[in-house]
């Protein structure tokens, strides 16, 4: 992959990236519950799908899907689920009453591993990434190279991309998080990733290949 084709894929996935989406939410509210440890755990889930997800794009899997219509309904469906499964989770979770005295309880093996899977299933199960980086990915080839240099390539830059701007967000939204730290709004933010996750759930549940 030559220099120029790099920087043009460099930037073009930085402004997708930029777009937030349900790994976006999912990283800021892991580093607002868990700190540091729960935007590195969320990051690696969200990485490991990614890295399957080229490697099937480089097996063409994804062109394979968009002409099986049935296959990308029935991944849609599960996909959307999963993500209002979260939401209704967030939901129930926002009202629950704590007693003020309360201290936070955190199981940390069984956490950390509950949370890099619900990262990476947020990642994998959303066929519209395999259809998009399916059409996207192959812009960037150089026929005349090693495609899996190439692929090997690609996916380093888009994790690079994404650790940045993912812990961007997060730092953004922790310098304002001090205004609303109490129990209040700490249930009112709940609540509205509850709501996020949801309708991006809804969203894909209404999408087409």
Known sequence: MSLHLWLAFFLAYLLVTLSPGPNVLLVIRNGLRHGVPGVLIALTGNLAAQLITIALVALGVGTLLSTLP???????????????????????????????????????????????????????????????????????????????GQFAIMYLTIAGIVITVHSGYVVGVKRIGHYFSGQRWKARFNRLTGVLFIGMGLRLLGSRA
């Open 70 to 148: 049935m296959a990308f309904t029935v991944l849609k469906v599960i996909g959307a689920a999963y993500l209002m499964f979260l939401g209704s989770r967030q939901l129930l979770a926002s009202f629950r009453k704590r007693r003020p005295d309360a201290a936070v309880t955190v199981e940390p093996s069984r956490r950390h591993s509950s949370l890099w899977l619900e990262a990476f299933l947020v990642s994998i199960s959303n066929p519209k990434t395999l259809l998009f980086l399916s059409a996207f990915l192959p812009q960037f080839i150089d026929h005349a190279h090693a495609l899996t």
